[in-house]
């Protein structure tokens, strides 16, 4: 087993305040005797409420070593041929039976990793975790998860990772992860800064800025959903709170509206988010009405975060992005009804990567972890 040293657990932020993954030990040797020459790769995981994917990200590499690697200081981080996207193969899926817990979600993880390495005959050198919950962005470990995983909160998730498997590991949000990917491989390649609008079951958020994600001070940076929405304003959220964005904006609040009941109530799983876009396009009024509502609220709140963040870009993802041209008209309609005049012509972009996206930012957090590690040592 390879010496782990967890001691070093903390980076300076840069000067824009945002802050590179660091909880990794240079120390931390990655086994990696069975990889091909040419290749770098990180085990990601994406660990949702419902799955756990999986797969190996592969980067093709250049003669030499990045930064501190050069200056002899172990484990050499090989250099990667810019400008080209890693390969995500060997993708791997499987239920994350939350109900059982958090020792139980993680034991899955952990097996997940093994499957890949059994399955591909290679050995990682990093492993990248893209996480349900609010992890802290100086140890990886778990600050805070909903009742939609109970007993999540407080796992030393990536700490222990580490340990069982002798590997680098760092963790992090999984919507900070999925927007770390399109930024750097997806449809904001380029952007100075971005903000990363995930609509699905909840809303949630992300701020890159230079590449970098805002984690905040307590990880938790980019929890859009949880802003106040005037429409909003006599509904409870799905977390407690009261006139939440993420109750008038989300898939629940879609099906919730379209179906005549409150956030939190049972849903008749036989009229969601599909059938509802469905009827819509089929021409029935209270479902174009609820997508029309639904889309504007979420534009509204999109160019009231603007006039706060201006970022270059917004980029948005999630299963709700499927719900239609009249939704998508309705968006911008509130977007332009709220965004300051200077800020109109900022892009709103659609995610182009997918389920690919947070395991692609995964790596490249691993990545920057290691880089960033290689530096304290110099
Ligand atoms: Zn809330």
Known sequence: MTQVDTSNQSCKRNESGTSHACHVSAACNAGSA??????????????????????????????????????????????????????????????????????HVFTRACGLVSELMAQTKLHPHAIGVSAAGVVNPSDGSIAYANNLMPGWTGIQLAQRMQHTHGIPCVSLGDVHAHALGEVRFGCAQGFSSALMVAIGTGLGGAYIVDGHIVTGAHGAAGHLGHSLHHLAAQTVCSCGGVGHAES?????????RYQGKQIGDPLDETCMGAEISKRAAHGEPHAQDVLRFCGNALGQAIGSWCNLFDPEAVVISGSVVRAGDLWKQALEQGFTEQVMPPLRSTKLLFGSLENNAPLLGAAEYARDSLLCSLDQHV
């Open 248 to 256: 008038v904006t989300s898939g629940t609040a879609i099906c919730a």
């Open 34 to 103: 069975d990889s091909p020459n040419s290749s770098w790769i990180v085990a990601a995981l994406d660990i949702g409420g419902t799955k756990i994917a999986g797969a190996l990200v592969c980067y093709d590499t250049e003669q030499g070593c990045d930064q501190a690697s050069e200056q002899g200081v172990s484990p050499a981080v090989p250099r990667v041929k810019p400008h080209v996207t890693p390969r995500v193969v060997n993708y791997l899926s499987i239920p994350t039976q939350a109900h059982h817990g958090g020792e």
